[in-house]
């Protein structure tokens, strides 16, 4: 009764139905998920795997693109996992999300470009951008990772276990486990340490 009473206050009447509604949705057409706030735009079905208590705000995107049939799934959530408003995931080969992973608002993660712009092979600028061939390099986001509000992460990125990333960030390159990274491009400013029990500047201050 505590529960519902709390609910109702932070949500009010309306937004408490809307809620109800969002729940009975959510179990008829993501059994495992825990709210899927509409609307919500799904891509791939089939390549996407959510987890137990999976829940999103409201206007994300997700969409797995296979470019040859495949059996494992593209995209893949762990348990617990918390996406919020507007996030957009685009995966065509593999989007790793460990568990309990929480992603603020506005963040955009893709393993995928169109064309090629390095090595053997490159996209000739005249090539009409959609008609070049999808470049993909895996992305793996390892359990209990915060990222902030309006972060991207590329293609080819791996995020350590517990690490954070600061607000508007571009993930660029891969970061390691239990740090705060912050920047376009990310840069690690922080790591915890274990002996010190506390979060200590990279720059040793
Ligand atoms: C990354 C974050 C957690 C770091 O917090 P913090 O450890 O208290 O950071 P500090 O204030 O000690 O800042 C350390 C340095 O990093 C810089 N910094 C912090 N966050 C930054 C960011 N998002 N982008 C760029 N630089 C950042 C600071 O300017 C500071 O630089 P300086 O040493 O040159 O002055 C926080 O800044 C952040 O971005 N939080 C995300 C909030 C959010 O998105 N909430 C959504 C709710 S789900």
Redesign the pocket.
């Known amino acids: 009764m505590d529960k519902i009473r709390q609910t109702l206050k932070l949500y009010g009447f309306l937004g408490f139905c809307s809620l109800i509604f969002q729940v009975i949705y959510t179990k008829i057409l993501y059994k495992n998920a825990r709210i899927v706030r509409r609307p919500f735009d799904i891509r791939g079905k089939k390549q996407i795997r959510f987890s137990r208590g999976f829940t999103t705000g409201r206007y994300c995107r997700i969409e797995a693109h296979s470019q040859m049939p495949c059996a494992e799934p593209i995209i893949e959530f762990g348990v617990n996992c918390q996406i ?1 408003d507007s996030v957009h995931i685009a995966g065509a080969e593999k989007i790793f999300i460990g568990d309990d992973v ?1 992603i ?1 608002s506005r963040v955009f993660i893709t393993d995928l470009n169109h064309g090629s712009y390095k090595g053997p092979n490159q996209s000739h600028p005249n090539t009409i951008s959609r008609e070049r061939e999808l470049h993909t390099n895996p992305v793996y986001i390892e359990s209990n990772v915060w990222l ?2 309006g972060v991207v992460v590329l293609p080819g990125v791996r995020i350590g276990q517990s690490s ?1 990333v ?4 571009v993930v660029t390159r891969s970061i390691p486990a239990n740090s ?1 990274a ?2 376009n491009p990310a840069r690690v ?2 790591q915890f340490s274990f002996e010190r029990n506390e ?1 200590v500047n990279v720059n040793g201050e």
């Open positions: 919020n929480l603020a902030g509000e954070i600061g607000a508007n960030s705060i912050a920047g400013i922080k979060w």
